[in-house]
């Protein structure tokens, strides 16, 4: 197998394709908008770490018209992403070009510098997360990292946990936890 199709695969066996549920990604939203100061129309950067069919990046897009990057590793993910774009496109016209504020780079987010990014969002597995830290040192202070459903463990020297959204499903209750970088 050549080496790039191996690390892709030994990525996946990491770190497979789950999606945000809408419901929660709108919850997520809300509290960014309410308490951490996202604003629509803004200057402000958002990007999703493993963006997956891009349904993250679409939505902060759409709703709150905000630069909107993904950068996944999985090239069928993205050719998703992009047919999503172009479907979505067409319903969407009347509204303002949100589809203009999307990118997707079909990369390795072990090798992403954070630095320019206000918003931070990560949906992975604590097995993972041990090889994230020289990812996530890389934001600049202030910058918020939502982590979906998995706490960030072992860097509360740098990330602040200042809040957890709560999310019901059925009797069960889930968290993303947001951290400020200090
Ligand atoms: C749990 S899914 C989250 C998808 C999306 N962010 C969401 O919340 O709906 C994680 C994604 O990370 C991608 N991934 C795994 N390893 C990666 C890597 N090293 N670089 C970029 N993407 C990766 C997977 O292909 C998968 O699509």
Known sequence: MPKKDFYKFIS????????????H???????????????????????????????????????????SIGIEI??????????????????????KNWFKKIKIIHGDFYQQNLETFDYIYIYSLPTMQKYLKHVLLTAK?????ISHIYPI???NQFLELRYKVEHEIEDQ????????RV
């Open 12 to 23: 996946q066996l990491d770190l497979p394709f789950l999606e945000t549920k809408q419901i």
């Open 153 to 155: 463990q072992k860097l």
């Open 74 to 95: 999985d090239p069928v993910l993205i050719e998703e992403a992009k047919n999503s774009i172009k479907s979505l496109k067409k319903h969407k016209k009347s509204e």
């Open 25 to 67: 990604l709108q919850n997520i939203f809300e509290s960014l908008k309410n308490q951490f100061g996202l604003k629509e129309d803004s200057n402000q950067v958002f990007i999703d770490l493993g963006a997956g069919n891009g349904q993250v990046i679409i939505y902060s897009a759409i709703n709150y018209r905000i630069r």
């Open 141 to 145: 202070c202030g910058a918020i990292i």
């Open 173 to 180: 209750k889930i968290c993303t936890f947001i951290y400020r």
